[in-house]
């Protein structure tokens, strides 16, 4: 009995999840900017222009947790989540397709 084939679409979303996990980096949370006051009366905070700082937010073992991101890992965090992101829904989508090959019993 031959086996029935893939449709495009399946193929389609197999070969870009493949394509992202063979890049470098996958980071699971969301990017968040906070712009605070730091304290000191000298400093330009004082007058309005805050500090800048960006955190990775996630979810671990029930609780949310906040990782600071360097100045220098900035630009490569922000792509790394991204890219997760993306494998995510495109992990998600092809789930969709099986769950429907088990729905109507079909391969």
């Known amino acids: ?5 893939k449709s495009w679409q399946e193929s ?12 470098d980096g996958l980071m699971r949370g969301n990017v968040s900017v906070r712009r605070r006051v730091c304290g000191k009366s000298t400093c330009h905070c004082a ?3 805050r500090h800048e700082a960006m955190y990775v937010v996630y979810r671990e073992a029930g609780r949310t947790v906040q990782l600071y991101v360097p100045k220098e890992f900035e630009q490569r ?5 991204k890219r997760y992101g993306e ?3 495109l992990l998600d989508k092809l789930s969709g ?11």
């Open 12 to 23: 389609a979303w197999r070969r870009r999840a493949l394509g992202l996990l063979r890049q």
């Open 77 to 81: 965090v922000r792509r790394w989540v």
């Open 47 to 49: 007058q309005g222009e």
């Open 97 to 107: 397709v099986y769950e429907a090959k088990v729905r109507r019993r079909r391969d």
């Open 1 to 5: 009995m031959k086996k029935p084939g």
């Open 87 to 89: 494998a995510r829904e």
